[in-house]
């Protein structure tokens, strides 16, 4: 009996962990995983993610989780290994504060980031890649994001 009761707990803090991993997105609307189709958001979910990725709570919130963990891990002596959870939230944070309209999915393993989803601008594509490099713990940035102008909304 006193190896079974482990035996359980640890079992249940597996499956819970597994079934915890979600892709950190930029919005809603942003891939699910890495090898998702990715679409052109309507001109209004762009809207929508624009104010509020530039609203001034939400930037401090952005800036308040990057600041957070990055504290976190200068105290554990987790510099360079990251947790992968970790470095999929401040990537995310740090593009949803810099790309606004943005819809990017983030997937981290080993260091390594995968980023999915469009931005509105060739610009903003160009900036992915080093933004998510400002974080400690990405070794290399896999980008398959595309250029997507948001698609008017229809009105009839």
Same mark, same amino acid.
């Given at each position: 009996?006193?190896?079974?009761? @482990? #035996?359980?707990?640890?079992?249940?803090?597996?499956?819970?962990?597994?079934?915890?991993?979600?892709?950190?997105?930029?919005?809603?609307?942003?891939?699910?995983?890495?090898?998702?189709?990715?679409?052109? @958001?309507?001109?209004?979910?762009?809207?929508?993610?624009?104010?509020?990725?530039?609203?001034?709570?939400?930037?401090?919130?952005?800036?308040?989780?990057?600041?957070?963990?990055?504290?976190?891990?200068?105290?554990? *002596? %987790?510099?360079?290994?990251?947790?992968? *959870?970790?470095?999929?939230?401040?990537?995310?944070?740090? #593009?949803?504060?810099?790309?606004?309209?943005?819809?990017? %999915?983030?997937?981290?393993?080993? *260091?390594?980031?995968?980023?999915? *989803?469009?931005?509105?601008?060739?610009?903003? #594509?160009?900036?992915?890649?080093?933004?998510?490099?400002?974080?400690?713990?990405?070794?290399?940035?896999?980008?398959?994001?595309?250029?997507?102008?948001?698609?008017?909304?229809?009105?009839?």
């Amino acid at each position: 009996m006193k190896k079974l009761i @482990p #035996l359980l707990i640890s079992s249940v803090l597996v499956i819970s962990a597994l079934g915890c991993q979600n892709t950190a997105q930029t919005s809603t609307d942003a891939p699910n995983n890495p090898n998702a189709n990715v679409e052109s @958001p309507d001109a209004q979910t762009a809207q929508e993610n624009q104010n509020d990725a530039t609203s001034e709570t939400r930037r401090r919130q952005l800036d308040s989780d990057i600041r957070a963990r990055e504290e976190r891990n200068n105290v554990t *002596g %987790g510099d360079t290994d990251r947790a992968d *959870g970790d470095l999929e939230s401040e990537v995310r944070s740090k #593009l949803e504060a810099n790309l606004p309209a943005s819809q990017l %999915g983030v997937e981290a393993e080993d *260091g390594i980031v995968t980023i999915t *989803g469009t931005v509105p601008t060739q610009a903003q #594509l160009q900036r992915v890649e080093p933004l998510a490099r400002e974080i400690k713990g990405v070794s290399q940035v896999v980008n398959r994001v595309s250029v997507a102008p948001a698609k008017p909304n229809n009105v009839n």
